[in-house]
């Protein structure tokens, strides 16, 4: 049997490769790694030959059967993530004796932020952009239980969740709280009713409810409500609430767009509501960071 050919060290050419592998890898096929890597499907085709030739094995099968990784594969891309982030640790260490902003900044985002009308995060990496452009910013809009697996593993260097239950390991500052109230579409029977919503009649029409975790307050309101539905995220919610067959919760901020366009309305809004904190959440005992230091300190004043 011949034997696996052994990489004998690794090079910048190596590290770019195993980067553009991990593109492709996220991105499920070479077609849909395009437009994310900014060269052409026959360029990703030909870098991902000569990182297989390098490696001496098969990362991933195309063809008409479609993408998907081999289990070599999967164990290079698990291999690989954890190189490419001691490199932007040590990177990150540098730095800080140099006292450069250089190098990689990976957050990850509840999704639905943007329309938050305090804008804190926008404003802090504006400044962070304005002070170097040698700064690679990389966001992923995620779940709160994916972004704090993604702080544990050093994947990412910081997050923005809601503040629930906190976990042992991560620190959490308070970033600012928003409000989310009852909400239904133009198409749902309640819309057009401005009395007589007791709980009863609440509790008998399909309701939405988040999978992700939630505060006691949050729990205690949808308990009230028939929920026949789950959503990963508050974009599902706002999909379910918009079929006019479902209520559900959705941030003030986030509903506002299709409110001033006459698509959904809160119900009850004076009683059925609840508050959620944001925070920005870090790994206890990281690594010193100039660029992640520098990012928190654009912050406004946490509490």
Known sequence: MRAKKQLSQVTDFDLRLLRLFKVVAESGSFSAAESALGITRSAVSLQMSDLEKRLGMRLCQRGRAGFALTDEGR?????????????????????????????ELNIGIVNNLVTQPHMSITRALKALRERSDEIRINISMSTPGE????????????????????????????????????????????????????????GAVDAVVPSYRMTEQAIELHRMLHCTATASDREGIAFLILTGSYIGYLPDHYAAKWVAKGQMKALCPERLFFDSRLAIVTRKGRRPNLLLETFLNSLPSLG
């Open 75 to 103: 164990e290079v891309l698990r291999a690989g993530e954890v190189l490419l982030t001691a490199v932007e640790n040590f990177r990150g260490e540098v730095n800080q004796i140099n006292n450069q902003l250089r190098g």
């Open 147 to 202: 972004i704090e697996r993604g702080l544990f593993d050093g994947r990412l260097h910081v997050g923005a969740i809601p503040l629930n239950t906190p976990l042992s390991g991560l620190d959490y500052s308070l970033l600012y709280e928003e409000h989310a109230s009852l909400y239904c579409s133009h198409e749902h029977p309640f819309f057009h009713e401005e009395h007589g919503l007791d709980d009863e009649r609440l």
